[in-house]
């Protein structure tokens, strides 16, 4: 059974940092693109970062490029959403999805190519 599980998320303050963990089972995250996506409160569901299964290359939200860093650990099949300094703005469920595509492509945002989601993980931003 496919499954992702992220984790990591919690209350930070403004200016904090986070780690979130997409963790993977029943399938290597290798050979898929991951992207991290995220919905706040009354928020439509944005595109936060992605990485292709091709060559890690990796690509950002222009909200969240310079401050947010996406990894791959593949000796622990597990994807990470490395978040400094963090605003109230980023407040949202965080949550990671898989695709069987190679590489993120110019519509990854829309998420229409990820068909594998976790439950997500809360990350609030408030002092």
């Known amino acids: 059974q496919l499954q992702l599980v992220e984790s990591g998320g919690g209350l930070v303050q403004p200016g904090g940092s986070l780690r979130l963990s997409c963790a993977a089972s029943?399938?290597?995250?290798?050979?898929?693109?991951i992207g991290w996506f995220r919905q706040g409160p009354g928020k439509e569901r944005e595109g936060v970062s992605c990485?292709?299964?091709?060559?890690?290359?990796?690509v950002y939200a222009d909200s969240v490029k310079g401050r947010f860093t996406i990894s791959r650990d593949n000796a622990k099949n597990t994807v990470y959403l490395q978040m400094n300094s963090l605003k109230p703005e980023d407040t949202a469920v965080y949550y990671c999805?898989?695709?069987?595509?190679?590489?993120?492509?110019?519509?990854?945002?829309?998420?229409?190519?990820?068909?594998?989601w976790g439950q997500g993980t809360q990350v609030t931003v408030s002092s």
């Open positions: 999805a898989a695709s069987s595509f190679r590489s993120c492509g110019s519509r990854w945002s829309l998420a229409a190519d990820f068909g594998s």
């Open positions: 990485i292709s299964s091709s060559f890690g290359r990796t």
């Open positions: 029943g399938f290597s995250l290798r050979d898929n693109t």
